[in-house]
């Protein structure tokens, strides 16, 4: 992922799939939110950051990253893969980095199934 993201220039995230509460959703902070950083540190969000949760709380925030919750460990066998693409970016950009994913997650697991790899419009 991190390496589709520097040849790309697009922010993702990464996500124990196994661990999520679906579905997800995708939201403007208003900066009365909080989440627990990846290092297990409490994060309250700025507001205007754009922030994804699942039923039970926010797992990524553009400014501050993702959370621990969900986070992809050595045990991780289901990966969901999300890009943060504001406006004016273009679908096809960020359906190849997409595929780029794909192939690096290919490359190190061959026998790796992506079961979707779609972009979903504003």
């Known amino acids: 992922m991190f390496t589709a993201e520097l040849k790309n220039q697009l922010l993702t995230a990464g996500h124990d799939l196994d661990s999520l509460e679906l579905p997800l959703t995708l939201r403007v902070a208003d900066g009365t939110e909080s989440f627990t950083l990846i290092t297990g ?15 039970v709380g926010i797992i990524s925030v553009v400014i501050y990253g993702p959370d621990a919750r969900t ?3 050595p045990d991780t066998r289901n990966a969901v893969f999300a890009v943060y693409a504001p406006p004016g970016v273009d679908p096809a950009r960020v359906q190849a ?18 079961e979707r790899l779609e972009v979903y419009p504003a």
């Open 97 to 114: 980095h997409l595929e780029d994913i794909r192939n690096n997650v290919i490359m190190v697991a061959p026998d790796a199934a992506v």
């Open 71 to 73: 986070r992809i460990t």
């Open 41 to 55: 540190a409490e994060q309250g969000l700025k507001a205007g950051d754009m922030y994804m949760s699942d039923t």
